[in-house]
């Protein structure tokens, strides 16, 4: 699901797996991600901005919630942008996660591969990434604030950081 | 002079328990180890009479830790302690020497007269 | 279609007998651990969609003591207890036979009971299912985790997410002596042993 949110009495909207929202203050965008990315793009001059809540890195021609992929977000989300009004250019992007929470059965670190491909699909989008916390092995809860532009990380048990 | 016992388990609680068991049941329990590999080394060190041994531990498992006891001591008594009891593992632990097989959760009285059969008490 | 939506429905019937059977198998096993106190009942098998999951299984957004098992190859998953701290301590006592601990941190033995609640309840259920597909499933031992549950969750849902958007998981609740009590567990198998467990059904002898 896709949400655009432009109303200024919603406040805070739960970015799930998979799904993208886009707005404008003074609207927040919350996810909790383990192995998945919370990635946000933000224009600091017109204050708005897109999450998205990223959970595999490759859609290899598979369908599925634009939201989903690292290669397919980052697409939908500039589109969203758009229809707000929101030129590419002077986006910049905030991103948080790619855990490893447990030795899982799965070939590959999946986390890893999601940080990677993200920062790849944003290098290919010219999108230049001003902050990140990523890997370790911990969950994140994230909020991303369209006022402003920040993103706020809390981690169990360690310090809240602001991006 | 009382059996010796190595209990090897990664559960710190099923140590505690098998180690209260044995010691009411006369045994001495002389070692712990809390991985395969581990057990494989306090075996050499400790020469036990006999062994409890859980199959799934991290870093080496129990069947490591079976087989390479069986190559130092091939008339060594292994009871497998073991939530696990799928055909295909009973047969792979009974075929690596194991003496017997307990699962998990298991009746304190159960596993003391196991023992007992294993290595009986000499008076 | 509606043939189609049929077949789901009757599949996700018989799939959810299936569970309901291992279910009742790994409940014998928690009364053997907790002396008779503890039992488990399958709440529901749940086909929920992805970007639902949190919500659906209310996981919420604060930290959670959780115990993971993960199955290894094809026919894998995962399995994750989920209490609060409070209700994680109380299990953890009641198996040492002492009060529940007040310390912030849990101690080792705490932890070391609850690990092995984790491991005699997923191993009850691997016996029950490797019974059901005919091969054996790999458990590994298991994780110690205070996290969010929905950043655990996630990781446990990777196979599947990767196959499509439409998740199955069940749902399966703790009991004390007849009253529910606030802990769960949460299986998720892998699309593998999710067509096994099918395959398994199709093999049964019709009555």
Not at chain 1, 39 to 62: F, Q, T
Not at chain 1, 142 to 162: L, P, R, W
Not at chain 3, 147 to 163: K, P, T
Request: hydrophobic share 45%; net charge negative.
């Amino acid at each position: 699901m896709i949400t655009t949110a432009t109303s200024t009495k919603t406040l805070e909207t739960m970015v799930g797996m998979g799904q993208i929202t886009a707005g404008g203050p003074p609207h927040k965008m919350k996810a909790v991600v383990g192995s998945c990315i919370a990635l946000s793009l933000y224009h600091p001059r017109l204050k708005r901005g897109a999450m998205a809540h990223i959970v595999l890195p490759e859609s290899a021609g598979r369908d599925g919630m634009p939201g989903k992929f690292a290669n397919t977000a980052i697409p939908q989300m500039l589109d969203l942008l758009k229809e707000l009004n929101t030129p590419a250019a002077c986006l910049t992007a905030k991103l948080a996660g790619g855990a490893n929470m447990f030795a899982s059965a799965g070939p590959l670190r999946i986390g890893d591969a999601n940080i990677e491909a993200v920062a790849q699909a944003l290098r290919a989008a010219g999108i230049r990434i001003t902050a990140q916390d990523v890997g370790g092995n911990r969950g994140r809860r994230v909020t991303f604030e369209c006022e402003g532009g920040a993103m706020i990380v809390e981690s169990a048990g360690q310090a809240t950081k602001t991006l | 002079m009382p059996r010796r016992l190595l209990v090897a388990d990664d559960a710190m609680i099923i140590r505690q328990i098998i180690k209260d068991m044995a010691v009411s049941a006369g045994w001495e329990v002389v070692g712990e180890a809390s991985n395969g590999q581990e057990a494989i080394e306090r075996y050499r060190e400790l020469h036990p009479d006999a062994v409890t041994l859980d199959l799934v531990m991290p870093e080496h498992d129990g069947l490591h830790a079976l087989q390479g006891i069986m190559e130092f001591d091939s008339e060594a008594k292994v009871l497998v302690v073991s939530a696990l009891e799928q055909r295909g593992v009973l047969k792979d632990a009974i075929k690596a020497g194991a003496s017997d097989f307990v699962t998990k959760p298991f009746d304190k009285r159960n596993l003391a007269a196991t023992l007992e059969q294993l290595v009986p008490h000499t008076t | 279609m509606i043939e189609t939506a049929n077949e789901n429905v009757k599949l996700l019937a018989g799939l959810q007998e299936l569970f309901a059977s291992a279910t009742h198998d790994a409940s014998a096993a928690m009364c053997r651990w907790t002396d008779g106190i503890i039992s488990v009942a399958l709440d529901a098998l749940r086909q929920v969609a992805l970007e639902d999951v949190a919500v659906e299984l209310a996981v919420g957004d604060e930290p959670l003591t959780m115990v993971v098992m993960t199955l290894s190859g094809d026919l894998g998953g995962s399995i994750i207890l989920m209490f609060d701290d409070l209700n994680g301590r109380q299990l953890a006592a009641s198996l040492l036979g002492r009060e529940a601990g007040t310390d912030p941190e849990w101690s080792e033995l705490e932890k070391s009971a609850l690990m092995e609640t984790g491991n005699i309840l997923g191993c009850a259920y691997v016996n029950a299912l490797t019974r059901l597909v005919g091969m054996d499933l790999l458990p590994s031992a298991p994780y110690f985790i205070q996290d969010f549950g929905a950043s655990v969750l996630q990781q446990a849902l990777m196979i599947q997410a990767a196959a499509g958007d439409s998740l199955l998981l069940c749902d399966i609740g703790f009991h004390r002596q007849g009253a529910k009590l606030d802990w769960r567990v949460i299986f998720v198998p892998t699309p593998g042993l999710q067509a096994s467990l099918a395959q398994s059904l199709h093999a049964a002898p019709q009555p």
